[in-house]
């Protein structure tokens, strides 16, 4: 089983719409959890960390859930640019970095 | 914008050659990390360092070696470039944080995307 699972998409979803991609990790004593924007042949870039009580920066919205061990990132009014494979990042105690999953690819047509 | 830099960005050469992927990063950062991403993949740790004439390695198994001599600079060497090496070599650099946190963001270089023949 791998680490940090994701639904690998894509997500094809209309210009405007509002799109959810959750992320479970195995770990329970995981620490630190984050969402990371990767587009095409670039490198990833950190989107935003996710916090217990759950963040919102703009159109994006992330939570956590330690019970079931997954986190989740919301996105409001999907914008083209919003295309990208996001990546659910996590720090596990102990561990010197991080842990990647593999991404979900997300394509907002307009 | 990040401070962190690759060179070369992308790389084609022939089996049995001996390479050296660049990286560079300007922030002063102590922490410096290798990761490789095959395409649609995710990204695995292959070394990192804590500082000065300290590496480790990472989660997936790696043929090649890296040095740490100076802060800014986190050099990886293949000493003889298989086609199994064919991938995108990632660099990261990270600072300790001012929160209390062990760990804040990872900034990452533009990568190095290497083509063994």
């Known amino acids: 089983r791998k680490e940090v699972e994701q639904d690998p998409g894509p997500f094809n979803v209309p210009e405007g719409a509002t799109v959810a991609f959750n992320c479970t990790y195995s770990?329970?004593?995981?620490?630190?959890f984050f969402w990371y924007r990767q587009d095409c042949r670039k490198e990833p870039k950190l989107l935003m960390s996710?916090?217990?009580s759950g963040n919102e920066d703009g159109r994006f919205t992330a939570q956590l859930n330690r019970a079931s061990q997954y986190i989740s990132l919301l996105i409001r009014d999907s914008k083209l640019s919003d295309s990208a494979t996001y990546l659910c990042?996590?720090?596990?105690?102990?561990?010197?970095?991080?842990?990647f999953g593999s991404g979900t690819r997300l394509q907002v047509q307009p | 914008e990040a401070d962190i830099y690759q060179t070369p960005r992308y790389l084609v050469i022939g089996t049995g050659k001996k390479i050296t992927l660049e990286c560079s990063q300007t922030?002063?950062?102590?922490?410096m990390y290798w990761y490789q991403q095959d395409p649609g993949m995710e990204l695995h740790l292959i070394h990192y360092?804590?500082?000065?004439?300290?590496?480790e390695k990472g989660d997936l198994s790696s043929e090649s070696t890296v040095s740490r001599i100076r802060t800014e600079h986190f050099p990886l060497t293949l000493e003889s470039a298989r086609p199994s090496h064919t991938s995108q070599y990632l660099c990261?650099?990270?600072?300790?944080?001012?929160?209390?946190?062990?760990?804040?963001?990872?900034?990452f270089g533009p990568g190095t995307r290497l083509t063994v023949l």
């Open positions: 990261a650099s990270s600072d300790p944080g001012t929160s209390g946190v062990s760990y804040n963001e990872q900034f």
């Open positions: 770990n329970s004593a995981s620490q630190s």
């Open positions: 996710v916090y217990s």
């Open positions: 990042v996590v720090k596990d105690t102990g561990r010197r970095a991080l842990t």
């Open positions: 922030m002063g950062h102590d922490k």
């Open positions: 360092s804590y500082g000065v004439n300290s590496t």
